[in-house]
């Protein structure tokens, strides 16, 4: 069974510029997670889809960040523009059902911004 | 707000010496409790979980928790660490009343071999 699959790995961009991260969730898997983790911390949940639907995005900074999974498979995350504070691992993971579920993660995305 | 602890930031041992990481949650309804582990270079993934039943379960690689709900907390133990086991360890915590799924810090485990 293939993982989750994530790109690009890494990313070096600088302040300002656009940046987007591509997620391919586990098959059959319903529900899909954005993290973001800092050097040293815990993951921090961004966004989480059931099927298409964003059904928890309270934590993330719209003002720059947007997401989309559209029908309900991969899914997209971006920033635009970026700031030296995203500077961050990007995780996506997926899960059969929210609830009840273990989740499957991807190995991230290590964004530099300079 | 919910929040998950771990105390222990990083962790040096000796093989087979015997581990305990600590883990603590502030939430007052029904959680789901996880350890993950995520080894040099590789991606989170479970060492074990906790719905319901046995308050004591058993994860891969000889790992185990002990649900205390009454001290809201999830330690993870192991009798005896292999060089092995070197990598960090997130707890995490799943509220079924606020739908939020909430890691700790994590706790960076060293083993000497």
């Known amino acids: 069974e293939a993982g989750v699959v994530q790109s690009p790995r890494y990313k070096i961009i600088e302040k300002k510029q656009p940046v987007a991260f591509w997620c391919n969730p586990i098959s059959g898997h319903n529900t899909l997670y954005w993290y973001r983790q800092n050097l040293g911390q815990g993951p921090e949940l961004l966004i989480r889809y059931e099927n298409e639907e964003a059904v928890d995005d309270s934590q993330l900074p719209k003002d720059r960040f947007s997401a989309e999974r559209l029908k309900g498979v991969d899914s997209t995350l971006k920033i635009q523009p970026a700031e030296l504070g995203d500077s961050a691992v990007y995780l996506c993971a997926s899960s059969l059902k929210w609830e009840l579920s273990e989740q499957y993660f991807g190995p991230g995305t290590r964004l530099t911004v300079t | 707000a919910q929040s998950v602890s771990q105390h222990n930031h990083h962790v040096i041992l000796s093989e087979a010496a015997s581990l305990e990481l600590g883990c603590n949650y502030s939430?007052?309804?029904?959680?789901?409790l996880f350890w993950y582990v995520q080894y040099p270079g590789q991606h989170l993934q479970l060492l074990l979980k906790?719905?319901?039943?046995?308050?004591l379960v058993k994860g891969i690689k000889g790992f185990e928790a002990e649900f205390i709900k009454s001290k809201f907390s999830f330690n993870l133990r192991k009798p005896s660490v292999q060089w092995s086991d070197t990598a960090e360890y997130f707890c995490a915590v799943a509220t079924s009343g606020t739908y939020k799924y909430i890691f700790g810090t994590g706790t960076r485990l060293k083993v000497l071999a």
């Open positions: 906790y719905f319901s039943g046995d308050p």
């Open positions: 939430y007052g309804g029904t959680v789901n």
